[in-house]
């Protein structure tokens, strides 16, 4: 004792000791854990109740442990049925067409492999493919006043009546209604109108990769060039359709067009005079009518803005159509599979007009539609739903007329595509049986993705944290975002460094922070 005493080192061991205490050795997400719990037990007297985002909507689920779930079942379980039955009194449905489901368990989701060829160089377009059906079809372009009618608007879509709307169905040499319909001369002109450079520029596209982003309703995502090879760079097409409203937003968020009107790889296409006041609509026109706007094209790649083109689209086209002998790819939805759910869903999360929706539904009822039996081994489809975010196409006859169909529903009734989707094809099919059309629906994961999961900034460790806190007596809801995420994650840089905390007055974190959206959409993949 009496030397350690005598000792001079002694003081600035304890100084060394002092520093090794507040040294930084916990990483970050340590640190991050150790403040969601204190934070839990600092709200703990107060009565708050902690809320998962797995009750906003079952978008997040795959990214939360087993163990994290098992701690706020409890809560989770009795705030969801509350808001369910909130949403069902008001919605007001629950006629005899609909009945709400009893609540299941909710299935989680992850992206899965697929088997991608690994080059392009030794890709060979097959020519003995099936033997597509052959027949012409030609356009309607313009539509003239009725005799007899004093006012007449000119429509995008045109006016087809019910008698040309069921002759169009038939699979032979037709003339029909496929959108970009134009009125008498003196009449306004119905809309999606380009600039004659870029419009010469698209009638040269064979292969095509197109997406769009119209009311500045997302931001952009570039196609990852280190996955696009050399050979897709100089012969594919990859074309962003855009609105003046979204350039001028682009060029605030970096994204400055060049001298050849590119970003990355997208080539910028301004649509001028949208034929629709629903933006949603507006974009059924370029994912649908492709081989309308792309008249030499032989194939065409569909991508929502949500979504970011990871793998090379000739890879993509070998596998969902060379591989399989199919003229038209899309994935099926990732939860449900039938209509009458998807019509429940659109109409408890209110997604369209509950009256247009029911009328729509109603009317494909009273021409046939039936609900989907998965245990029916004939069944025409393996899901009467898509996830219509991906769409691979050759464009052939049917391939073509089966696209007009299907835009010329959401012409006519809601911009919901996929209530519309089913209804078209068993139509085509039942007018159509001995005139095969080769449709690749999967339940595979497609290489394109909202972020790449392989970003820095962990998306587990995000959504493990991502956690709101219900305070019922204030009627605020308090939401953790990671918002110096969001740029990071897309351009898969940076980690995360700092989090935000922001109080609303709704349960929606889509309302209260709009980037959480694409959270949601990077955590599916596509399926």
């Given at each position: 004792?009496?030397?350690?005493?005598?000792?001079?080192?002694?003081?600035?061991?304890?100084?060394?000791?002092?520093?090794?205490?507040?040294?930084?050795?916990?990483?970050?997400?340590?640190?991050?854990?150790?403040?969601?719990?204190?934070?839990?037990?600092?709200?703990?007297?107060?009565?708050?109740?902690?809320?998962?985002?797995?009750?906003?909507?079952?978008?997040?689920?795959?990214?939360?442990?087993?163990?994290?779930?098992?701690?706020?079942?409890?809560?989770?379980?009795?705030?969801?049925?509350?808001?369910?039955?909130?949403?069902?009194?008001?919605?007001?449905?629950?006629?005899?067409?609909?009945?709400?489901?009893?609540?299941?368990?909710?299935?989680?989701?992850?992206?899965?492999?697929?088997?991608?060829?690994?080059?392009?160089?030794?890709?060979?377009?097959?020519?003995?493919?099936?033997?597509?059906?052959?027949?012409?079809?030609?356009?309607?372009?313009?539509?003239?006043?009725?005799?007899?009618?004093?006012?007449?608007?000119?429509?995008?879509?045109?006016?087809?009546?019910?008698?040309?709307?069921?002759?169009?169905?038939?699979?032979?040499?037709?003339?029909?209604?496929?959108?970009?319909?134009?009125?008498?001369?003196?009449?306004?002109?119905?809309?999606?109108?380009?600039?004659?450079?870029?419009?010469?520029?698209?009638?040269?596209?064979?292969?095509?990769?197109?997406?769009?982003?119209f009311g500045n309703s997302d931001f952009l995502r570039?196609?990852?060039?280190?996955?696009?090879?050399?050979?897709?760079?100089?012969?594919?097409?990859?074309?962003?359709?855009?609105?003046?409203?979204?350039?001028?937003?682009?060029?605030?968020?970096?994204?400055?067009?060049?001298?050849?009107?590119?970003?990355?790889?997208?080539?910028?296409?301004?649509?001028?005079?949208?034929?629709?006041?629903?933006?949603?609509?507006?974009?059924?026109?370029?994912?649908?009518?492709?081989?309308?706007?792309?008249?030499?094209?032989?194939?065409?790649?569909?991508l929502d803005s949500k979504m970011r083109l990871n793998?090379?689209?000739?890879?993509?086209?070998?596998?969902?159509?060379?591989?399989?002998?199919?003229?038209?790819?899309?994935?099926?939805?990732?939860?449900?599979?039938?209509?009458?759910?998807?019509?429940?869903?659109?109409?408890?999360?209110?997604?369209?007009?509950?009256?247009?929706?029911?009328?729509?539904?109603?009317?494909?009822?009273?021409?046939?539609?039936?609900?989907?039996?998965?245990?029916?081994?004939?069944?025409?489809?393996?899901?009467?739903?898509?996830?219509?975010?991906?769409?691979?196409?050759?464009?052939?006859?049917?391939?073509?007329?089966?696209?007009?169909?299907?835009?010329?529903?959401?012409?006519?009734?809601?911009?919901?595509?996929?209530l519309s989707f089913a209804y078209t094809y068993l139509?085509?099919?039942?007018?159509?049986?001995?005139?095969?059309?080769?449709?690749?629906?999967?339940?595979?994961?497609?290489?394109?993705?909202?972020?790449?999961?392989?970003?820095?900034?962990?998306?587990?460790?995000?959504?493990?944290?991502?956690?709101?806190?219900?305070?019922?007596?204030?009627?605020?809801?308090?939401?953790?975002?990671?918002?110096?995420?969001?740029?990071?994650?897309?351009?898969?840089?940076?980690?995360?460094?700092?989090?935000?905390?922001?109080?609303?007055?709704?349960?929606?974190?889509?309302?209260?922070?709009?980037?959480?959206?694409?959270?949601?959409?990077?955590?599916?993949?596509?399926?």
């Amino acid at each position: 004792m009496g030397v350690h005493k005598l000792l001079p080192t002694v003081v600035p061991r304890r100084g060394r000791r002092l520093g090794r205490i507040f040294r930084p050795a916990l990483s970050f997400r340590s640190w991050l854990l150790l403040l969601a719990l204190l934070c839990l037990f600092s709200f703990a007297p107060f009565g708050l109740k902690f809320v998962s985002l797995v009750g906003h909507g079952g978008s997040m689920e795959s990214g939360i442990s087993s163990s994290q779930q098992l701690h706020i079942t409890g809560n989770v379980e009795r705030f969801n049925k509350e808001v369910e039955q909130q949403q069902l009194q008001q919605s007001g449905y629950g006629g005899d067409a609909i009945k709400a489901p009893g609540r299941k368990h909710r299935r989680q989701h992850f992206p899965c492999e697929i088997g991608l060829s690994e080059k392009v160089d030794y890709l060979i377009e097959p020519k003995d493919l099936r033997n597509f059906t052959q027949f012409s079809l030609e356009y309607v372009t313009m539509e003239e006043k009725p005799l007899g009618v004093n006012s007449f608007e000119s429509k995008f879509g045109g006016h087809p009546t019910l008698e040309e709307r069921e002759k169009s169905f038939h699979a032979l040499n037709q003339t029909l209604h496929c959108g970009f319909v134009k009125g008498n001369p003196g009449f306004s002109n119905t809309g999606f109108d380009f600039d004659e450079k870029d419009r010469a520029y698209m009638s040269t596209c064979q292969v095509v990769v197109s997406s769009c982003i119209f009311g500045n309703s997302d931001f952009l995502r570039r196609p990852t060039s280190k996955k696009i090879s050399e050979y897709s760079k100089k012969n594919v097409c990859f074309v962003m359709f855009v609105d003046e409203q979204t350039l001028s937003k682009l060029a605030l968020d970096g994204h400055v067009l060049d001298d050849r009107g590119l970003v990355g790889l997208w080539k910028v296409v301004i649509a001028r005079n949208l034929p629709y006041k629903d933006m949603r609509r507006t974009g059924k026109v370029p994912k649908f009518l492709s081989h309308r706007i792309f008249p030499s094209s032989r194939y065409s790649i569909w991508l929502d803005s949500k979504m970011r083109l990871n793998a090379d689209p000739m890879l993509i086209i070998e596998y969902f159509l060379w591989r399989t002998r199919s003229e038209y790819a899309i994935s099926n939805h990732y939860d449900r599979h039938c209509v009458w759910e998807e019509v429940l869903q659109n109409k408890r999360l209110n997604k369209y007009n509950q009256t247009a929706i029911d009328e729509q539904f109603n009317f494909y009822q009273s021409d046939g539609l039936r609900k989907f039996d998965p245990s029916d081994p004939n069944t025409p489809l393996p899901s009467y739903v898509p996830e219509g975010s991906f769409i691979v196409r050759a464009h052939t006859p049917m391939s073509n007329l089966f696209s007009c169909l299907w835009f010329n529903e959401v012409d006519r009734f809601t911009s919901r595509d996929q209530l519309s989707f089913a209804y078209t094809y068993l139509k085509l099919r039942r007018t159509n049986p001995n005139q095969p059309f080769y449709l690749n629906i999967t339940g595979k994961a497609i290489p394109a993705s909202g972020i790449p999961i392989t970003s820095t900034c962990s998306l587990i460790i995000f959504l493990k944290l991502l956690l709101a806190w219900d305070i019922h007596k204030q009627g605020l809801y308090v939401y953790v975002i990671a918002s110096s995420c969001f740029k990071n994650l897309i351009d898969d840089q940076l980690p995360c460094t700092s989090w935000k905390i922001v109080i609303s007055t709704t349960r929606t974190c889509r309302e209260t922070e709009g980037s959480f959206e694409m959270y949601k959409h990077a955590n599916h993949g596509l399926y």
